[in-house]
């Protein structure tokens, strides 16, 4: 699938990938899939047979990843500066208001969307995500440090995908990872740890859908804590104990996205 390159400023060329299979004569809704840490728009890979053949499907590298323009390591980071940068692609590709799907960090990032851009929104899919930044940063910047990026998803990537995934599926999300540029690692790392979106929660009025597990990092229990706070939200517990099922389960996650826009009125 070809790329297309979006200027958001004069630091970053974003990286951007289409795909519509929707029938020819309809004007589709669009969606916007963002990915999380260490990945890119390729991460999505098993969610666009799904959603294409019904929605235009949008898939962006954020700043700093996949084929966007790398970060250097003192890069003021913040989460407004992710959600200004996606503000700038939905302006420019999505044709009006569109639906968000994220997966691990980039849920606080489409979560203060919804709440502060309103009327670019649709709704929003939060996968395996959090209202708050992950715990346990400062060792993994720290073994980044030392060892690189790729040491870091190899040791990291098994509880990520759950114990059911395929030693050569895992091995192709730890290459994926392992192309973050280490300046851009290092850079987010030192703040992401300060993500906190839980007073935006309340201004989400747009239709939410939670998708999470049962996993030891995330447990549905505290999923539900904040997502109890989303007006108008829907918490879909899928059985497995990986906390990325966007990437573990793309087939279950997508099919229950699916179900939840169906239930949308059109635009």
Known sequence: MSRHFLDIDPG???????????????????????????????AWFGWVPHL???YKVIRIDQRGFGDSTPMPDDFPW??????????????????????LIAAKIAGPVIMRFAATHPRLTR????????????????????????????????TTMPPRLGSDMLPEAVDWWVKLTSRTPASTARGLFRVVSQIDVTADLPNIHCPALIITTDSRRRPVAKTQEWQSLIPHSTLVAL??????????????????????LARLPRA
């Open 239 to 260: 059985h497995g104990d990986a906390y990325h099922p966007a990437a573990s389960d793309p087939d279950r996650c997508a099919a229950a996205t699916l179900e939840f």
């Open 78 to 99: 913040s989460l407004d500066v992710l959600v200004n940068d996606l503000g700038q692609a939905v302006r420019a590709l999505g044709g009006g208001p569109v639906h």
């Open 12 to 42: 970053l060329r974003m990286c951007y990938r289409v795909a519509d299979y929707t029938d020819p004569w309809r004007k589709p809704e669009t969606v916007v899939c963002v990915h999380g840490f260490g990945e890119s728009g390729e």
């Open 52 to 54: 294409a053949r019904q």
């Open 123 to 154: 709704s929003i899919t939060v996968v395996g995500s959090m209202s708050r930044g992950p715990e346990g940063v400062k060792e993994w910047l720290q073994h980044i440090e030392r060892q690189g990026v790729e040491s870091w998803a190899r």
